[in-house]
């Protein structure tokens, strides 16, 4: 009996018992490009969790708080830089990487928060530069990119029934506050990605929120459903929604999934290898 005859049966039998066919094994096929990017995880456990992801054509970026990591798309450590505490959600563009960073208090109703971008270079996470954005007044949690424009999101107080949105320039001088009618969401915005036309903001709490918006920031939907750990576009109609945990014993992990974007749901993760080329 050939290696070859075994590998076979064992692959048969392994399809039999998940009840599934053969193409759907690869669960953890490498990944050679963001458009057959299944599922990924960050390689190494963290301090602190997971905060935000952002992707280009070679690497995945990572935020767990106190930690940068850049990846290849199969979770591989390429760099990885300790950072202060709070790094928040970040997104890249034009061979650099900007994360949201407060150094103060979120969500005090008085404000209290230091808000800031921090500035990396995308080959060795080597610090460019940074810039205050003292508008984002509960705390600076996130960033995103569209149109020449960067947009942050952050905290929100308890009693607060809506959340915003902070537009700066190429040169982060202050545009404009938008404000999203949201309702109220657990400690304001999380993460924030423009993709597919749309404006996607994870929020925490239980459940967790999902909200999308226009590109002006109306409301298309509400969405019980968890990207408070990351979202970014996959170019191809797809997402990247960030996953992880924490343990005491062994620290943080993190990890990504593709998924479809969906009116009624906000988006459905991909189940299987093979559903990335549908």
Not at 58 to 85: E, M
Request: proline letters at 3%; a negative charge; hydrophobic letters at 35%.
């Amino acid at each position: 009996m050939n290696n070859r005859f075994v590998l076979c049966m064992l692959t048969w039998l392994v399809a039999v018992h998940l009840d599934v066919s053969a193409e759907d094994l690869p669960h953890n096929s490498p990944s050679q490009s963001l458009d057959d990017l299944y599922q990924v995880e960050c390689e190494g456990t963290y301090s602190h969790h997971l905060q935000g992801i952002c992707a280009e054509s070679s690497a995945i970026y990572w935020s767990f708080t106190t930690t940068l990591v850049k990846t290849d798309l199969n979770g591989k450590v390429i760099k990885k830089v300790p950072v202060a505490n709070h790094h928040g959600d970040l997104c890249v563009h034009e061979g650099k990487l900007f994360v949201a960073v407060n150094l103060g208090e979120f969500n005090h109703p008085e404000g209290n928060a230091d808000s800031w971008i921090y500035v990396y270079d995308t080959d060795d996470l080597v610090e460019l530069e940074k810039h205050p954005c003292d508008e984002v007044f509960y705390g600076a949690g996130g960033v995103g990119f569209r149109d020449g424009r960067f947009y942050v999101v952050g905290g929100l107080p308890d009693q607060m029934s809506e959340n915003y949105v902070y537009e700066y320039d190429a040169n982060f001088q202050f545009i404009k506050k938008h404000v999203i009618e949201s309702g109220h969401t657990h400690l304001g915005i999380q993460t924030a990605a423009f993709a597919h036309g749309r404006w996607w903001f994870g929020c925490y709490g239980s459940p967790a929120i999902l909200l999308v918006t226009d590109p002006d920031f109306q409301v298309l939907g509400r969405y019980e459903t968890n990207c408070s750990l990351g979202i970014a576009s996959l170019g191809d109609g797809r997402l990247l929604v960030g996953n992880g945990h924490c343990t005491k014993a062994s620290g943080c992990i993190g990890g990504a999934r593709a998924a479809k974007p969906n009116e009624r749901t906000g988006f459905l993760l991909q189940e299987r290898y093979s559903e990335v080329k549908k």
